[in-house]
C-alpha cells in the first residue's frame, strides 16, 4: 500500500519567494497532519484537518503561512513570502479517525537562502 | 550568536541486548501515546501505541509501559539489532477532541557491535 506521499523532497529557493508543499495522504484517512521538524524545535505540530476541514491551526507560525485540502486526497502547505527562519523539514501525516496512529511521509526538506 | 540544537539524549547499547527509553509527559490529561522511531532522512515511523486506560502493551519485540501516576512512558526493545539504530519519540494526544501530536524531544539509540 502506498503511504504518506510528500512533494518535493528537497527545495531549495531564495527568500521573498512563494513555496508550495504537497502532501497525498493515506486512502482512506480522513485527519491530515502538517508537522515541521528543526534542530532548535525538534517536532511541532502546525495545522490538521479532519475531513478536509481545517480543525486546529494554532500552530501556523505566521500570516505567511496557509494550508489548503480542496479533497481528501490532496493538501498544500504554502508559504508566501519565505524567509530563511523557515528553513525546515516539513511532515505530513495522516491517520484514520481520531487518537489512532499517525503515518508520516518523508518530508519536504526546505532551505531558504 | 551561537544556534544551540536540541540535544538528544543518547543511549548505546550492545547488539542483542534489551535497550529502554524513557520519556516524561507533562499534560495529565493525554490519554493517547505513540513511540515512533525515526531514520536519517525519513519520516517518523510508528511502532506502537498505548492508551490511557492501559499500563502496558506487547508487540513483536517491543513493549511499552505507560505510569499514569508519574506520567512516564517507557519502551522496551528487546534483542536489540543494527537496524534498531535510530531517534525514538514519545508522542501524545490531549484528551478533549485535539488530535495533534505533540513529542518528546528523542532519544538517539546507538547499536555497538
Known amino acids: 500500500d502506498a503511504g504518506v506521499i510528500q512533494s518535493p523532497r528537497h527545495e531549495v529557493t531564495e527568500m521573498g519567494q512563494e513555496v508550495t508543499l504537497r502532501c497525498k495522504p493515506i486512502?482512506?484517512?480522513?485527519?491530515l497532519f502538517w508537522y515541521r521538524q528543526t534542530m532548535m524545535r525538534g517536532l511541532e505540530l502546525l495545522i490538521y484537518?479532519?475531513?478536509?476541514?481545517?480543525?486546529?491551526d494554532s500552530g501556523m507560525p505566521e500570516d505567511r503561512f496557509s494550508a489548503k485540502m480542496p479533497n481528501a486526497s490532496f493538501s498544500t502547505l504554502k508559504i508566501q513570502p519565505s524567509e530563511p527562519r523557515d528553513s525546515a523539514v516539513y511532515f505530513c501525516?495522516?491517520?484514520?479517525?481520531?487518537?489512532?496512529?499517525?503515518?508520516f511521509g518523508d518530508g519536504t526538506r526546505l532551505s531558504i537562502l | 550568536g551561537e544556534s544551540v540544537g536540541l540535544h538528544l539524549p543518547t543511549l548505546s547499547v550492545q547488539e542483542g541486548d534489551n535497550s529502554i527509553i524513557n520519556c516524561a509527559y507533562s499534560?495529565?490529561?493525554?490519554?493517547?501515546f505513540i513511540w515512533y522511531k525515526q531514520e536519517s532522512g525519513k519520516g517518523p515511523q510508528f511502532i506502537i501505541d498505548?492508551?490511557?486506560?492501559?499500563d502496558k502493551r506487547q508487540g513483536q519485540r517491543v513493549t511499552v509501559l505507560l505510569n499514569k501516576t508519574v506520567k512516564h512512558l517507557s519502551l522496551q526493545i528487546a534483542a536489540t539489532q543494527p537496524g534498531d539504530s535510530a531517534v525514538y519519540f514519545c508522542?501524545?494526544?490531549?484528551?478533549?477532541?485535539?488530535?495533534?501530536?505533540?513529542f518528546g524531544k528523542g532519544t538517539h539509540l546507538i547499536i555497538q557491535p
Open positions: 508522542a501524545e494526544i490531549a484528551g478533549g477532541g485535539a488530535d495533534g501530536l505533540t
Open positions: 486512502s482512506g484517512h480522513n485527519s
Open positions: 498505548i492508551r490511557s486506560n492501559m
Open positions: 501525516a495522516s491517520s484514520f479517525g481520531a487518537q489512532k496512529p499517525q503515518h
Open positions: 484537518f479532519n475531513n478536509n476541514v481545517p480543525i486546529d
Open positions: 499534560n495529565s490529561a493525554s490519554d493517547y
